[in-house]
């Protein structure tokens, strides 16, 4: 079994872009000849396809990456309702279960050079009574990009969430800016007041609304 090759990509918050940021970073890869899947380990907020319950976000990353596996496979947990996942499951009267995301990260990451896991919401979302997305990423032993959505209240959000990953000894390797709101009062000073915060080198920066083709350039220092 070979060591995978990949990141896991986190957020300070939901709705900042961990999905559009994925997508374009697998994009940025697979023109570089890089084979790449995706997974979606949990994800809340789906509806019906072919009898089956399907994730937008889980989809996006499907079609993103240049390999194809089965949905199962990239997306073991995903539940009707957007809502917390932990109470999601619960509902459903499903417990996470952290081996079997093993497993199918095991089997995706034997199908391409590089996989890319997304979290769900935040780094300290619960996942089960016991375990969060912290302990999901350090489960899979991959480096974690920070996704931090650029609005008001990001300063405090990114030093937290990048604080929490550290403290957890998972690998932070870089973050992201992800302009949500296009140029809000201040963008660029709090981009800064972040960068002069953290240790760890700000990967890229990207525009409201911004091409996918663009997003895949400015994404290329992220690996």
């Known amino acids: 079994m070979k060591t995978p090759h990949g990141i896991f990509v986190t957020g300070t918050d939901t709705e900042v872009g961990k999905t559009y940021v994925s997508c374009a970073l697998l994009k940025m890869l697979n ?51 957007p809502i917390a996942p932990h109470i999601a499951a619960a509902k459903e009267n ?12 095991q089997t995706l990451s034997e199908l ?46 990114a030093l937290l969430t990048a604080n929490a990953i550290q403290q957890s000894g998972a690998c932070l390797q870089g973050w992201i800016a992800n302009k949500l709101e296009g140029d809000y009062p201040c963008v660029g000073e709090n981009i800064e007041a972040i960068a002069q915060r953290l240790d760890v080198p700000l990967l890229a920066t990207l ?10 350039l400015v994404c290329e220092l992220v690996i």
């Open 31 to 81: 023109r570089q000849g890089i084979s790449t899947i995706a997974m979606k380990p949990v994800a809340s907020g789906a509806e019906k396809q072919n009898g089956k319950y399907v994730n937008d976000d889980a989809l996006c990353l499907h079609t993103a990456a240049s390999m194809n596996a089965p949905y199962d496979l990239l997306n073991p947990y995903v539940f009707p309702d």
């Open 94 to 105: 499903i417990e996470i279960d952290f081996q079997q995301i093993k497993k199918s990260f």
């Open 112 to 157: 391409a050079d590089f996989i890319l896991v997304e979290g769900v919401g935040g780094w300290l979302v619960p996942l089960n009574h016991k375990q969060t997305v912290a302990d999901l990423a350090l489960m899979l032993n991959l480096p974690v990009v920070m996704v931090v959505g650029m609005r008001l209240g990001c300063i405090n959000h």
């Open 207 to 216: 525009d409201y609304q911004l091409n996918a083709d663009r997003a895949e």
